[in-house]
């Protein structure tokens, strides 16, 4: 049986690449658009010098020399997703500003906040589970410990790997869902077995007697994740019948009938 802790994480890419303007130019045609997939080497931008837009009235000859002079192509560094496009065609843009940013395709991670107790139970290359908003689960790797505690919410900082190739938009929320220990009992039960007083005091469980009567029987549980629970005391017999649906709200010693 395992024990698990399930925290919040959100996306993030931890390799961003800016493209700046390589001169004092104008965007000439723009070949991208923001959430775009692109490759190393793709031509993103077509830039002309300021020179050449002052003499753009100057008809030149397909056949000249200066057909292509003051005309340069910005291209892509690395594989990636384009985040922003930040100057569109006929833009005066200074040499050195941004006109559109890249986030490395592969540098996705997701970034875990572990209060401090959890903290012995956190290791490096650990594997988890992601779970995302839309129901769907991604194995994860968790990568990195940080060098950096919330002085807030005293909590450390993971980074965890998602095993996918599928595209994760940055700033997304999720559950990370970890196994923190594994133990060996004799006692397992489903979750739905069990039930307990509004104070979460006393527990117990509906045990059936004969084929038709169903008797309360108070019980000491252990430790308990989202499917299961371990019974610590009494200790029940392996033909012994309990109730996992319509206990609820039953008195001590209740009437029951059983549906195939």
Request: hydrophobic share 40%.
């Amino acid at each position: 049986m395992n024990e698990e802790i399930s925290l919040q994480a959100h996306s993030f890419y931890l390799v961003t690449n800016n493209i700046n303007a390589p001169i004092n130019c104008f965007i000439k045609k723009v070949f991208i658009n923001p959430g775009d997939k692109v490759t190393e080497g793709q031509i993103l931008f077509e830039v002309e010098s300021k020179e050449r837009h002052a003499t753009e009235e100057i008809k030149i000859d397909n056949n000249s020399t200066l057909k292509e002079y003051g005309i340069i192509s910005t291209k892509s560094s690395n594989n990636g997703i384009v985040s922003s496009v930040t100057h569109q065609a006929g833009d005066f843009v200074p040499e050195g500003m941004q006109i559109c940013q890249i986030n490395a395709i592969n540098s996705l991670v997701f970034k875990l906040q572990v209060p401090y107790e959890y903290n012995d139970f956190i290791k490096t290359g650990q594997n988890c589970r992601i779970k995302m908003a839309n129901g769907k689960i991604y194995s994860g790797i968790i990568n990195k410990e940080l060098a950096q505690m919330s002085f807030s919410g005293q909590t450390i900082q993971y980074l965890v790997k998602p095993v996918t190739n599928e595209f994760i938009p940055e700033n997304l929320l999720a559950i990370i869902e970890i196994t923190i220990r594994n133990i060996k009992s004799n006692q397992i039960l489903p979750l739905e077995c069990l039930l307990s007083d509004e104070m979460m005091q006393n527990f117990w469980i509906m045990k059936l007697i004969n084929d038709s009567v169903a008797v309360k029987v108070k019980v000491k549980p252990g430790l308990k994740n989202k499917k299961e629970v371990e019974i610590i005391d009494p200790i029940f017999n392996s033909s012994d019948l309990i109730l996992s649906s319509g206990n609820y709200g039953l008195n001590d010693t209740a009437l029951v009938r059983i549906q195939n």
